[in-house]
């Protein structure tokens, strides 16, 4: 029916409007909060991976890349083996071996650090509180939060740094040791062709496997 109020024409329908309900489930969107990790929080996940940083990892490939060719050098000088003839054998012996010790390096550092963190973790603390200490009288007012990250913080990087440099050092020596054992005492009576790789694979292999039994 039409009824006007006070100048303005309603119009109501008589049919009942009928009410839709969706029955199906409804949608739960969950949202993630964005929470960002502490210095502290970021510092323990770096800590438990085996992941590391870019420099670190160039550092590992040439490292790896100059000890794997060095046998090259030996076998030319000594063997006679012509690098015209033996250069695509040379390149993918000296790839495959450093991709071997690369690996190598990174298992023992990752070993590594967390001994040397708990060994230096007495005298970084002394060397952290030292600094407070002596700064100004601002600095002195530090909480002990902020002074346990400062000491997570040095003790870490300490441990870090160590780590790769020992981690570096001992596996080239146990790399270069291997071959020379392998190549003058155990592959002697081989070929020159046959005893580079022989002993330059092996060698690499053998670093590797050994590495992973120091995690």
């Known amino acids: 029916y039409q009824r006007r109020v006070r100048g303005t024409k309603l119009s109501v329908s008589s049919k009942p409007r009928k ?35 870019r420099s670190t990892s160039i550092l590992f490939h ?21 690098l015209d003839t033996y250069g695509i054998m040379f390149a993918i012996v000296t790839l495959v071996s450093t991709f071997l010790m ?5 298992n023992v550092k ?17 060397e952290v509180m030292q600094q407070v200490a002596d700064a100004s009288s601002d600095m002195k007012k530090t909480v002990k939060k902020e002074k346990d990250d400062r000491v997570l913080f ?9 780590a790769t440099h020992f981690s570096i ?12 054992i392998l190549s003058f005492y155990v592959l002697k009576n081989f070929s ?12 690499a292999c053998i670093v590797a496997f050994l590495s992973t039994g120091s995690n």
Do not use: C
């Not at 690369?102 to 990174?106: F, I, M, R, T």
């Not at 040095?154 to 160590?162: F, I, R």
């Open 19 to 53: 009410l839709r309900i969706d029955s199906s489930e409804p949608r739960t969107t969950i949202r993630m909060s964005s929470q960002k990790l502490t210095a502290e929080e970021e510092v323990l996940l770096n800590d438990f991976s085996k992941s590391v940083p």
């Open 62 to 82: 040439l490292n790896a890349l100059f000890v794997s060719a060095t046998p090259i050098w030996l076998f030319w000088r000594i063997q006679q083996l012509e």
């Open 102 to 106: 690369s690996l190598a390096y990174k």
């Open 110 to 126: 990752y070993s590594l650090k967390h001994k040397i963190a708990q060994k230096r973790h007495a005298g970084v603390t002394a």
């Open 154 to 162: 040095k003790k870490t990087e300490v441990a870090d740094l160590e």
């Open 169 to 180: 050092f001992y596996n080239n020596a146990l790399f270069l040791f291997l071959v020379i």
């Open 192 to 203: 020159s062709g046959a005893n580079y790789l022989g002993s330059s694979v092996t060698s």
